[in-house]
């Protein structure tokens, strides 16, 4: 860089205004940054630009008075900046989940309610109590999600309790089917004699149900989505830090001693 003119490590789009601030620090030098939040970038040798802050203070010597100027890459700080922003967004995305929720967890409480009631009232081998009972059993799984979303915007611990994921599923089954169209088979194939897990069942459907959406997405043009349930002995040389486990239905959790 010896010998060549310091706007060489800008964008040319700036070097009209760095003339104007350099003729401006001539004038009345004094220590200044001139900060990230104009916009400046720099210029790698590569033609690259990054985000730059940039600070200018003059400096008496024997041989004249000199100009140090310190050019500092803020990308980092951009990054984080932007984090915090996006952060911020959430925050205020669970903020209005959470007064939409309770409204809308009222009108549940009306659904299930009269579901159950005209349930009560249709006589046995009644069509209609097919229909009643996915009613009430659809407003149910709503409320489920709707105290995700609680959780989600109070930041509460998510309650797990023991499923069998072979029922969550089948419970899911129907609803699963109208949901992904006419074009699209959806098969479930549940081992028998799970082993029971310890998990939020509104998380678990959520999860389902993502990938269910993902899969009718991915083939616009029809196809089969398998959804499968089995036991797997010996994770642990699949995955790092798993213990195996081959007795059904039963729980395990790692302890210090290993166990």
């Not at 990308?75 to 922003?85: C, D, Y």
């Not at 699963?176 to 081992?191: K, W």
Request: overall charge neutral.
């Amino acid at each position: 860089m010896l010998g060549r003119p310091v706007d060489a490590l800008m964008p040319r789009r700036y070097r009209d205004r760095h003339a104007e601030h350099f003729a401006r620090f001539v004038v009345a030098p004094s220590v200044r940054r001139i900060g990230a939040s104009l916009g400046l970038h720099g210029l790698r040798k590569d033609g690259s630009e990054f985000p730059v802050e940039i600070s200018l203070s003059p400096l008496e010597t024997e041989e004249g008075a000199l100009i140090v100027a310190a050019i500092r890459d803020v990308t980092e700080n951009k990054l984080m900046e932007e984090q915090l922003r996006q952060s911020q967004k959430m925050e205020a995305i669970g903020k209005l989940a959470g007064g939409v929720v309770h409204d809308f967890n009222n009108l549940l409480t009306i659904i299930s309610g009269s579901g159950e009631l005209a349930l009560s009232k249709v006589p046995a081998g009644d069509p209609l109590r097919e229909l009643l009972r996915e009613i009430v059993s659809a407003s149910g799984r709503a409320a489920t999600l709707t105290r995700q979303l609680l959780a989600f915007s109070r930041k509460d611990v998510i309650a797990p309790r023991v499923l069998d994921l072979a029922e969550v599923i089948g419970d899911m089954e129907k609803w699963l089917s109208r949901l992904i169209g006419e074009d699209v088979e959806l098969v479930v194939a549940n081992e028998p004699l799970p082993w029971a897990v310890k998990m939020d069942p509104g998380q678990v459907e959520q999860a389902v149900l993502n990938l269910v959406v993902n899969a009718r997405d991915a083939m616009p043009r029809g196809g089969t989505v398998t959804i499968r349930t089995r036991n797997v002995e010996r994770l642990a040389t699949q995955a790092p830090g798993a213990l195996p486990s081959s007795c059904p239905r039963t729980l395990y959790s790692r302890t210090e001693d290993g166990g």
